[in-house]
């Protein structure tokens, strides 16, 4: 073989390689964001479920009007031992206190972990932040 020949070899071999990486990362970017997508949907039913703890009365299950901790909240909530686990991410009742709860949402693969704050004082469009953790 020539010195062109193998030269042409091995720039093929350098184009065809970065365009299965370009492609490799232009498959991926969506599926990380439709994880997060979900994740965060997930996250928003379990903010509403702790503002309907919060505004049920005791006589039906909920909060309203008593003093209940992170461990009732969890229970309501269907968390075991305040960890609640599916496909998409562990999620985990970190605190409620000061009627501020904190939940947690971490994928199997480490690559998100969100925090999401309630504060159950506040109207429904108010009451919910999320911080994304390193």
């Not at 071999?13 to 370009?22: D, N, T």
Request: proline content about 2%; glycine content about 6%.
């Amino acid at each position: 073989m020539g010195t062109q020949q193998i030269l042409m070899i091995v720039i093929s071999v350098i184009i065809v390689g970065s365009a299965i990486v370009v492609g490799l990362t232009m498959m991926n970017a969506p599926a990380q964001n439709s994880l997060r997508q979900q994740v965060v949907y997930e996250l928003q039913f379990f903010a509403s479920q702790v503002l309907a703890f919060k505004r049920t009365p005791t006589s039906m299950g909920g909060g309203l009007g008593n003093i209940f901790d992170k461990n009732q909240l969890g229970n309501y909530l269907g968390f075991t031992d305040n960890v609640y686990t599916n496909q998409n991410a562990t999620y985990t009742l970190v605190e409620y206190k000061d009627n501020i709860a904190e939940i947690s949402a971490q994928n199997p693969e480490n690559t998100l972990n969100i925090l999401m704050k309630v504060d159950v004082t506040k109207t429904s469009t108010d009451a919910i932040t999320f911080e994304e953790l390193e």
